[in-house]
């Protein structure tokens, strides 16, 4: 009922910047929120920013490691969402994945995961 389509990933030096976007389609009646995760080798998944689409959920936090550097944000469509990444640093290589909570339109609540991007950061 609802695709993922994610863009942006790719290798950067640090202090680089990159930009992930992520597209949702499908039959969505309102997204919740919107979010991006990423799993490093040997690390668990862990939360890198999240923000919410409008309602009772109308925020955006960070995790406190990207604090000042990332920058998390959607389109007036509600539909994309995007991860403005600066400062790099190598500690950032990970598998990032898109992460929606969404209503549909048959009013079913769902979570949708993209099948991951890959960031590398390196010298």
């Known amino acids: 009922q609802v695709q993922l389509v994610e863009s942006g990933g790719g290798l950067v030096q640090p202090g680089g910047s990159l930009r992930l976007s992520c597209a949702a389609s499908g039959s969505i009646r309102s997204i919740n929120v919107m979010g991006w995760y990423r799993q490093a080798p040997g690390k668990e998944r862990e939360l890198v920013a999240r923000i919410g689409s409008g309602g009772s959920t109308n925020y955006a936090n960070y995790a406190d490691s990207v604090k000042g550097r990332f920058t998390i944000s959607r389109d007036n469509a509600k539909n994309m969402v995007y991860l403005q990444m600066n400062s790099l640093k190598p500690e950032d290589t990970a598998l990032y994945y898109c992460?929606?909570?969404?209503?549909?339109?048959?009013?079913?609540?769902?979570?949708?995961w993209g099948q991951g991007t890959l960031v590398t950061v390196s010298s």
């Open positions: 992460n929606l909570r969404v209503t549909t339109t048959a009013y079913r609540a769902l979570e949708v």
